[in-house]
């Protein structure tokens, strides 16, 4: 359904709209926790490293499309806001056509360099052939994890975040049971994994590029949008690139990382692959509010509804850091129990050493959660304004300070080096997003034009 989110208060507004968006995150991380859980309490410890030094390369593929799903994202909502319904559609058909493109290259580029960027993060020779089949076969799957976030995207930008949940859904439950016949049953090891991924990751794509183009053609069935505009590729890739080159650079950064954590024993690798996928959750389930609060500030910008803006920043604020304390508070509870998600019980003196690591992970980390989210909703606002520079700067310096800290403090202080390498990352970056938000510079960002009633200029609502 798609839904205009300029008017209504602005809490339901957000809870309504990030209730599903929620839920596939969750969904989607259950099926990549699936992946994980099962390689390494049905497969060995060896296999999950492995799967977890795989996700550091396929981490870099999905900047370029999560990258691109949010210059699409702001553009289309921006566009549907203003009721100009012929570029909204006009938009996506775009990015359809530029994404499909986009990953063709990838294909071709991932297959050249899977192995170069394993040798590059100091892999052990245990963990890189599994690494690598997994690569081999996640690769020719691109073209669905690029149009799939297209899809969300669109769907995101048009307000209706229940039709991407259905498929998500659906696409992760089969996941998790593939995995379960593939690895269990059939016992296809690390390569299995990556075929139960590929293959419902397809589903997901298909089913969703289906609907898109079904609710485009029902919507406003006069309004005819063309195949391909330069002007709105132009004015995607103008919001797309700098989120693109930070998402890439963050996945460097990550590998750099990972190359600091090969380091260390296999142990501490396992645990460091776990523990990132339990971060990674619990960022995404942030993000994902983060992006409602994108699609509402962007559609009311859009639509000169600049005093609306506030609001929304404080709904989703509340929103996010609910979540962030309920998963910090059950993490800190039961520690052990997160950490053996992952790990093959069945033998505990192998185990010691992946456990202990795991838990410094999470008393060191999860504090940080708090401010964590509020960078996340702060960008959000930054994001739906187009205040790309903004956005960019706090995500970059994240990223220098954690790199930089993994490496001082990895050597100074080993393991736990690198888990406060993660939490001093979030600390200034938190407060650069806010002020970029409180003093409102985003504002600039906004094209000087009457809303649609004619009541002034959209800049000086908030003056």
């Given at each position: 359904?798609?839904?205009d989110?300029?008017?209504?208060?602005?809490?339901?507004?957000?809870?309504?709209?990030?209730?599903?968006?929620?839920?596939?995150?969750?969904?989607?991380?259950?099926?990549?926790?699936?992946?994980?859980?099962?390689?390494?309490?049905?497969?060995?410890?060896?296999?999950?490293?492995?799967?977890?030094?795989?996700?550091?390369?396929?981490?870099?593929?999905?900047?370029?499309?999560t990258?691109?799903?949010?210059?699409?994202?702001?553009?289309?909502?921006?566009h549907?806001g203003?009721?100009?319904?012929?570029?909204?559609?006009?938009?996506?058909?775009?990015?359809?056509?530029?994404?499909?493109?986009?990953?063709?290259?990838?294909?071709?580029?991932?297959?050249?360099?899977?192995?170069?960027?394993?040798?590059?993060?100091?892999?052990?020779?245990?963990?890189?052939?599994?690494?690598?089949?997994?690569?081999?076969?996640?690769i020719?799957?691109?073209i669905?994890?690029?149009?799939?976030?297209?899809?969300?995207?669109?769907?995101?930008?048009?307000?209706?975040?229940?039709?991407?949940?259905?498929?998500?859904?659906?696409?992760?439950?089969?996941?998790?049971?593939?995995?379960?016949?593939?690895?269990?049953?059939?016992?296809?090891?690390?390569?299995?994994?990556?075929?139960?991924?590929?293959?419902?990751?397809?589903?997901?794509?298909?089913?969703?590029?289906?609907?898109?183009?079904?609710?485009?053609?029902?919507?406003?069935?006069?309004?005819?949008?063309?195949?391909?505009?330069?002007?709105?590729?132009?004015?995607?890739?103008?919001?797309?690139?700098?989120?693109?080159?930070?998402?890439?650079?963050?996945?460097?950064?990550?590998?750099?990382?990972?190359?600091?954590?090969?380091?260390?024993?296999?142990?501490?690798?396992?645990?460091?692959?776990?523990?990132?996928?339990?971060?990674?959750?619990?960022?995404?389930?942030?993000?994902?509010?983060?992006?409602?609060?994108?699609?509402?500030?962007?559609?009311?910008?859009?639509?000169?509804?600049l005093?609306?803006?506030?609001?929304?920043?404080?709904?989703?604020?509340?929103?996010?850091?609910?979540?962030?304390?309920?998963?910090?508070?059950?993490?800190?509870?039961?520690?052990?129990?997160?950490?053996?998600?992952?790990?093959?019980?069945?033998?505990?003196?192998?185990?010691?050493?992946?456990?202990?690591?795991g838990?410094?992970?999470?008393?060191?980390?999860?504090?940080?959660?708090?401010?964590?989210?509020?960078?996340?909703?702060?960008?959000?606002?930054?994001?739906?304004?187009?205040?790309?520079?903004?956005?960019?700067?706090?995500?970059?310096?994240?990223?220098?300070?954690?790199?930089?800290?993994?490496?001082?403090?990895?050597?100074?202080?080993?393991e736990?080096?690198?888990?406060?390498?993660?939490?001093?990352?979030?600390?200034?970056?938190?407060?650069?997003?806010?002020?970029?938000?409180?003093?409102?510079?985003?504002?600039?960002?906004?094209?000087?034009?009457?809303?649609?009633?004619?009541?002034?200029?959209?800049?000086?609502?908030?003056?």
């Open positions: 359904m798609i839904t989110l300029t008017e209504g208060k602005p809490s339901g507004l957000i809870i309504k709209f990030t209730l599903p968006m929620l839920a596939s995150v969750i969904f989607q991380q259950l099926y990549t926790l699936a992946d994980f859980i099962i390689a390494g309490k049905f497969v060995s410890l060896d296999a999950l490293a492995a799967v977890g030094v795989a996700g550091m390369v396929t981490f870099l593929f999905m900047a370029f499309a990258g691109s799903n949010i210059g699409i994202s702001v553009v289309v909502s921006q549907f203003a009721k100009d319904y012929e570029k909204t559609k006009t938009a996506v058909y775009t990015s359809l056509i530029s994404m499909a493109t986009l990953a063709a290259v990838f294909t071709v580029a991932g297959v050249l360099i899977s192995s170069p960027l394993l040798d590059m993060m100091n892999t052990d020779s245990s963990i890189k052939a599994p690494a690598l089949e997994y690569l081999n076969i996640y020719f799957g691109l669905f994890l690029f149009i799939y976030n297209t899809c969300n995207g669109a769907f995101s930008a048009l307000g209706d975040s229940t039709t991407p949940f259905i498929f998500l859904a659906i696409s992760s439950l089969s996941n998790i049971a593939l995995d379960v016949v593939f690895v269990i049953f059939l016992d296809m090891g690390v390569a299995g994994v990556a075929w139960a991924t590929f293959i419902c990751q397809g589903f997901a794509s298909v089913a969703a590029l289906t609907a898109l183009l079904l609710r485009l053609r029902r919507f406003e069935p006069g309004v005819k949008g063309r195949p391909f505009s330069f002007a709105l590729f132009k004015e995607t890739a103008r919001l797309a690139v700098p989120s693109i080159l930070q998402q890439s650079f963050v996945s460097v950064g990550n590998i750099m990382i990972m190359a600091k954590v090969n380091t260390f024993n296999n142990d501490f690798v396992a645990a460091y692959s776990s523990c990132i996928k339990l971060n990674t959750f619990v960022i995404n389930c942030c993000m994902t509010v983060g992006n409602a609060v994108s699609s509402y500030s962007a559609q009311n910008i859009g639509a000169g509804e005093q609306r803006i506030k609001g929304g920043f404080r709904s989703g604020l509340v929103i996010g850091e609910s979540v962030a304390l309920l998963v910090m508070t059950v993490f800190m509870i039961f520690p052990k129990a997160v950490i053996t998600l992952f790990l093959d019980t069945s033998r505990p003196e192998l185990i010691q050493g992946a456990i202990a690591a838990k410094n992970f999470i008393y060191i980390v999860t504090p940080f959660y708090v401010l964590m989210t509020l960078k996340i909703i702060s960008d959000g606002v930054l994001r739906g304004a187009g205040a790309m520079l903004e956005f960019t700067a706090g995500t970059f310096t994240s990223l220098f300070l954690r790199v930089l800290f993994s490496y001082v403090l990895g050597t100074l202080i080993g736990n080096g690198i888990w406060w390498a993660i939490s001093i990352g979030w600390v200034l970056p938190s407060a650069m997003s806010y002020i970029f938000y409180k003093t409102g510079t985003w504002k600039r960002k906004v094209k000087k034009r009457r809303p649609p009633d004619g009541s002034g200029d959209l800049n000086n609502q908030l003056m």
